[in-house]
C-alpha cells in the first residue's frame, strides 16, 4: 500500500483548500484513514480519522466545525476539507492508513506529507 497525498499550498487566513490522499495497492486491507499534521516546532497530532468502510469519523477539537473528511472508496482517496483556515493550521499534514486488525491508534502507511501554510 501506499499513500500520495497533495493539494498543499499558501492561502490567507480564512481561505480554503482541499487535501487529496490516493491510496494505492490493496484498499481492502485498511481499516481507518487519517489525516496527521505536525507544525513547526510541535508534536505531530491526528487531525481527523475516517472508517474506511463505515464512514465514522472524528475530529481534534481544534478543526471542529472547519474541517470535513470524506472518502471515495471508488477512487481509493480520501479528503480533508480545510475552511475557514488559521495561521496556526500551518503545518504539514500527513495522510496515514491503518491495516485492518492492526493495534488502535496506529498507522501502519504514511504519505509523503504535505505542506499547508496560512498567512495572517
Known amino acids: 500500500v501506499q499513500l500520495q497525498a497533495s493539494g498543499g499550498g499558501l492561502v490567507q487566513a480564512g481561505g480554503s483548500l482541499r487535501l487529496s490522499c490516493a491510496l494505492s495497492?490493496?484498499?481492502?486491507?485498511?481499516?481507518?484513514m487519517g489525516w496527521f499534521r505536525q507544525a513547526p516546532g510541535k508534536e505531530r497530532e491526528l487531525a481527523a480519522l475516517?472508517?474506511?468502510?463505515?464512514?465514522?469519523?472524528a475530529y481534534t477539537d481544534s478543526v471542529k466545525g472547519r474541517f470535513t473528511i470524506s472518502r471515495d472508496n471508488a477512487k481509493n482517496t480520501v479528503y480533508l476539507q480545510m475552511n475557514s483556515l488559521k495561521p496556526e493550521d500551518t503545518a504539514v499534514y500527513y495522510c496515514?492508513?491503518?491495516?485492518?486488525?492492526?493495534?488502535?491508534?496506529?498507522?501502519?502507511?504514511w504519505g509523503q506529507g504535505t505542506l499547508v501554510t496560512v498567512s495572517s
Open positions: 496515514a492508513a491503518r491495516r485492518t486488525g492492526s493495534p488502535l491508534g496506529s498507522y501502519d502507511y
Open positions: 495497492g490493496r484498499g481492502s486491507s485498511i481499516s481507518v
Open positions: 475516517i472508517n474506511w468502510s463505515g464512514g465514522s469519523i
